[in-house]
Nanobody, 118 residues
Framework: QVHVVESGGGLVQAGGSLRLSCQDP???????????MAWYRQSPGNLRELVAV???????NYADSVKGRFTISRDNARKRVYLQMNNLKPEDTGVYYC?????????WGQGTQVTVSS
């Protein structure tokens, strides 16, 4: 069973930074390194959108709206993926969801709220 646990959301002023963390606490390293890990976000009235993805083997991809401000990274020692968010803007506000794609199935976390005040 896959458990997706997110942490790190909060309230921050525009221009500030936050770091989100995501893990499956029970995963073993050999499985973690094969997972595709991604962050999505959803704001009221909008569809859930892809923010950043970390692909097995090291590739990453970002939404145009966050390029140059957000960085997705993996920590194999801790078996976690992080989303470092810098220079946050009010339009970054939303619920951020981590997804783990493993063996052809995608699993979602409960989401963590990020609120950026102007």
């Amino acid at each position: 069973q896959v458990h997706v646990v997110e942490s790190g959301g909060g309230l921050v002023q525009a221009g500030g930074s936050l770091r989100l963390s995501c893990q499956d606490p029970r995963v073993i390293l050999s499985v973690f390194t094969s997972d595709t890990m991604a962050w999505y976000r959803q704001s009221p009235g909008n569809l859930r959108e892809l923010v950043a993805v970390s692909i097995s083997g090291g590739g990453t991809n970002y939404a145009d709206s966050v390029k140059g401000r957000f960085t997705i990274s993996r920590d194999n020692a801790r078996k976690r993926v992080y989303l470092q968010m810098n220079n946050l803007k009010p339009e970054d506000t939303g619920v951020y969801y981590c997804s783990i794609e493993r063996r052809g199935s995608k699993y979602w976390g409960q989401g963590t709220q990020v609120t950026v005040s102007s």
